[in-house]
């Protein structure tokens, strides 16, 4: 499909961890020693980080169980242990308001040339994760099918699923961060909506542990940008304009923090 591995998983949430371990084991070693190197670069040693994963867990739990048994199938395949798959995909809030990326943009039907809405974005990130990336299609009993692309063993990010349901995202910061659900599993949990609206909430409801903008859209004509902190929320929405997102905030209410 695109030079990278294409993993479809099926089952439980349990079944689908181990058949995304089991596929491509190697990649997930190689990514952890990635982060390994990359956390201790920033003073926190790999025990550490670990330990601070580990505190997002009962967030995860609440808010989307089957990710951490998603998590423990992952690691079960993989041959590793659950804490590494768990720190991995805590990856950005472990390390809260480090230098990041990523720039997003849509367009809607009435500004493109066919009618469609599109949505995309820049991943920029730091060269080893092009090594590590792999694509997964994800069938869920009673949820959409999604198309996401990743860093081996993370369960979520940026894609679409048969609904038409697609997210992207910004990192952005206002300097702290706390205790409450990881942006992965927030992508993750997007992308099981059926509706714009429910997508939405999705970011909103939840404590969430950290700062960003998540670009979503639909293929009814929908784009928004959800910005948001752990204590606060604002939505935007292109009116005339095709929509752009760099890494700062647009709404008044987070400016001032940036």
């Not at 961060?177 to 992965?184: A, E, K, N, S």
Request: glycine fraction near 10%.
């Amino acid at each position: 499909m695109s030079g990278y591995p294409f993993l479809t998983l099926t089952g439980t949430a349990r079944e689908r961890g181990y058949q995304y371990g089991s596929q491509v084991p190697e990649l997930i070693k190689k990514n952890i020693a990635f982060y390994r190197t990359m956390f201790e670069g920033f003073g926190v040693p790999w025990e550490t980080a670990g330990k601070i994963s580990k505190k997002f867990e009962p967030f995860i739990r609440d808010y989307y169980p089957e990710a951490l048994e998603e998590i423990a199938g992952v690691a079960e395949g993989a041959n590793l242990s659950y804490e590494d798959i768990l720190t991995i995909n805590c990856r950005s809030e472990i390390l809260f308001a480090k230098p990041d990326g990523c720039t997003t943009f849509g367009i809607l039907p009435e500004q493109s040339c066919d009618g469609h809405t599109y949505l995309g974005q820049t991943w920029d990130w730091l060269k080893p994760a092009r090594d590590t990336t792999v694509i997964l299609e994800v069938h869920v009993e009673g949820q959409p099918k999604i198309l996401i692309a990743v860093e081996a063993s993370i369960i979520g990010g940026k894609g679409l699923n048969s609904e038409g349901i697609g997210v992207c995202l910004n990192a952005l910061s206002t300097g702290k961060g706390g205790l409450g659900v990881p942006l992965h599993i927030l992508y993750r949990a997007i992308l099981a909506q059926t509706n714009i609206s429910n997508a939405l909430e999705a970011v909103t409801q939840p404590q969430r542990a950290g700062c960003g903008n998540f670009a979503i859209g639909s293929a009814q004509g929908f784009l928004m940008c959800v910005e948001y902190t752990p204590e606060n929320f604002d939505v935007l929405m292109p009116i005339d304009k095709p929509m752009c997102h760099t890494n700062h905030y647009l709404s008044p209410l987070f400016r001032p923090q940036d």
